[in-house]
T-cell receptor, first 112, second 115 residues
Framework: KQEVTQIPAALSVPEGENLVLNCSFTDSAIYNLQWFRQDPGKGLTSLLLIQSSQREQTSGRLNASLDKSSGRSTLYIAASQPGDSATYLCAVTPGGGNKLTFGTGTQLKVEL | DTAVSQTPKYLVTQMGNDKSIKCEQNLGHDTMYWYKQDSKKFLKIMFSYNNKELIINETVPNRFSPKSPDKAHLNLHINSLELGDSAVYFC??????????????FGPGTRLTVL
């Protein structure tokens, strides 16, 4: 059974800092990994999707990497801003399937 | 706007009632999903439909019955509501599953409160 863990559970940083969020999964037989952000009381916004054959994806100040063999992904946020404050979730799609298994989330607060 | 939409956004009801949540996507996707987010914010798949056909049915009480009248709609009907059903329910959609693709797009959620 796939289990997805995110560390840290919560993070508070000053504005402008570069930061890394971690995601680990127990079964490396995945099709892809997706990073989302969730604002309080809102739905999920897809940030990046990394296919199993890829090593990283970039979108603006966000960079996500994937090391499938070790069961790890990181989300790097450059020059953090207060608007980045949200909960960040990673989720994996198993090989041959299409359901997402979600991680436990990292609650990020970027302070002025 | 192209998106996944859900109605209602909030639903407050008494134990024992029957209620429905509706979901629609205009992204042209073939596959739709229902997820449940519990009080600890953990998200878990409930159901998935591909072109109106049920393809995923996790261990969910049979009081929950999804219905897909067409591939753009996936509704969730819940009978005999219980306190433990209180949660946020998210609908999502994706294109037909292809190896390495399957980016999922989520609706805004329906916050269900059972009193």
């Amino acid at each position: 059974k796939q289990e997805v863990t995110q560390i840290p559970a919560a993070l508070s940083v000053p504005e402008g800092e570069n930061l890394v969020l971690n995601c680990s999964f127990t079964d490396s037989a995945i099709y892809n990994l997706q990073w989302f952000r969730q604002d309080p009381g809102k739905g999920l916004t897809s940030l990046l999707l990394i296919q199993s054959s890829q090593r990283e994806q970039t979108s603006g100040r966000l960079n996500a990497s994937l090391d499938k063999s070790s069961g790890r992904s990181t989300l790097y946020i450059a020059a953090s801003q207060p608007g980045d404050s949200a909960t960040y979730l990673c989720a994996v799609t198993p090989g041959g399937g299409n359901k997402l298994t979600f991680g436990t989330g990292t609650q990020l607060k970027v302070e002025l | 706007d192209t998106a996944v939409s859900q109605t209602p956004k909030y639903l407050v009801t008494q134990m024992g009632n029957d209620k429905s949540i509706k979901c629609e996507q205009n992204l042209g996707h073939d596959t739709m999903y229902w997820y449940k987010q519990d009080s600890k914010k953990f998200l878990k798949i409930m159901f998935s439909y591909n072109n109106k056909e049920l393809i995923i049915n996790e261990t969910v009480p049979n009081r929950f019955s999804p219905k897909s009248p067409d591939k753009a709609h996936l509704n969730l009907h819940i009978n005999s509501l219980e306190l433990g059903d209180s949660a946020v329910y998210f609908c999502a959609s994706s294109q037909r599953v292809l190896a390495g693709v399957n980016e999922q797009f989520f609706g805004p959620g329906t916050r269900l409160t059972v009193l």
